[in-house]
């Protein structure tokens, strides 16, 4: 016990002497860390076992890409193949539009979801009554917590073709509205749904960016002559900037995945034809057609290409001089 | 809810009082917000209790009950695959979110204490995960090699911990003033000890925050089930719903095996009552959680 309790007292001299001793440092000296802080390593253990098993685990299980998958012979022992599977899946027309229905669909979504947790949050930022705005933030966050399942039922309730809106308005000559099934409104559906759901959670950042700005900057263009929209251009919008950059950052690095689950839930009543995004294709043609080598690689494809997209909207955050989501 | 929030905060002598065409467009568009959110809950309600003659006639939907009843709730409770997969679902959101609280926790308190041995290889492999998350395949193969297809483990321990997650309250950890540990070392607390008499009650609020964000996903979740099990008897809430309410397969027969006297509800006021039963645990614990959110939120994102 008394050796586990000196542990973060002798820790800075540890950190102190690190680099002259890394390489001569007895063994004995790790095995003093290891026994310093094995109260510490216990508690770490369960969690780097879980990370160890299902997610690099699972990255190994990537290897599949590359082989010809049999699931009695399994991962370690189906023959490799070399790129076979992806020059099978690159001739796949039917990959091709899923990977152009992802991308098409991420940046509508993305060009028409985007502004309106921007505007929803100057909006109640601008409330002086605190208790509206309290009341407001209740209503709007709830969505966020609601499974796609259910959203997609409270849709179909709502705006189908049985729902309430033909029912109350469409009258007796047909339907005013035929949104589910309708394979031209498919992406404005989505749309809607991801609004519908995301957005009032969406305006957190944005409130809290809002919050941070100085009352004083206000106060001095307003005494030099300023009025609110010159305010709202020099102040708030600048200000806002670094969130803003720094969340399409984040978007574009997730440009080839767009909501796999709302997706899924809706594919069948649209068809493949313009619901398949690649992630329901690796579901349809891995998982439910056992094409594990290829729809593997589809998912390989799609990660590694989803990294570089990462790293690339980094760089261009730092040329910009903005922060970025990592150094 | 503190009093300053509730008052009318004072308009700052500089700033204009606005417009009478811009409060009334402000207060329009709130009004119009709120609406849009809460009138679809208010259908599928209303819906689930109304009388099955008017949900009929009216082609499947009901804005106010003409009589209110409860029959489709009675159904739903009387035993049949509906009762056992809210059970189900329970059972997954409470022991996953338990098992993902405590590994969390400890993953989080052990990395959060500088220099401990291995902790910036961990942290690294944790954070390199974010690049290259596992994807569907592997994970089903990993899952599958291990035998735990069709079993509830498998509902559960593939996402066991969320790294976001972790980043939260490791950062939250970090942020507790090191005297506080120093003092529990002098009174002889081990590692364990601080972290349950110190820690902990310190960390409510990420605790409340990162809990209900486990406890939402395990809810919520109606894939893993579709991926991992073969019976619709190991079935969640969620899974049952697509099938039955968004796929629209009758689910009449399903309710009990197709006892006839069942035929005169309509589906579609049970299929509404299960939306709403899965619903409501969610409206539960949300009103005692919502205060953190934005504490725990913001945490999350300047440490991420």
Sequence with gaps: MSVTTKGPEAQPIAVVSKPPGKAERPKSALRHRLHRDRALLLLMAPGVVFFLIFQYGALFGNVIAFKDYMPFLGVVDSPWVGFANFRTLFGEAAFWDAALNTVVLSLVQLVFYFPIPLALALLLHSLMQGRVRRFVQSVVYLPHFISWVIVVALFQQVIGADGVINGTLGGSDGHLVDVIGNPDLFKPLMVMELIWKECGWGTIIFLAALAQIDEGLYEASALDGAGPWRRFWHITLPSLRAVIFLLLILRLGDILSVGFEQILLQRDAFGPDVAEVIDTYVFYHGIRDQNWGVAAAAALFKGVIGACLVFTANKIAHRMGEQGVYR | MSADVMQRAERPAWMEEPRPITQGFKGLTLVFTVLVVIV?????????????????????????????????YDLIFSGGQITRAMLVSGGVTVIGTTFSLVCTIMLAYALARPGVVGGKPVMLLILFTFLFPAGMIPSFLVVNGMGMRNTYWALFLPVLINAFNLVVMRGFFQGIPAELFESAKIDGA?????????????????????????????????????????????????TWMRTYVVQSQNSLISVQGGVSEQIQFAPQTVNMAVVVLATVPILCVYPFIQRYFTKGVLTGAVKS
């Design chain 2, 40 to 72: 679809p809950f208010w259908v599928v309600l209303a819906t689930s209790f109304a009388p099955d003659k008017q949900v009929i006639a009216n082609g499947g939907y009901a804005l106010w009950p003409d009589r209110w009843t409860t029959n489709a």
């Design chain 2, 190 to 238: 081990g590692e364990l000890r601080t972290l349950v008499t110190i820690v902990l009650p310190l960390s409510k609020a990420v605790i409340a925050v990162v809990g209900l964000f486990y406890a939402v996903g395990y809810w919520n979740d109606f894939f893993r089930a579709i991926l991992y099990t073969d019976q619709a008897t190991m079935w969640p809430l969620q």
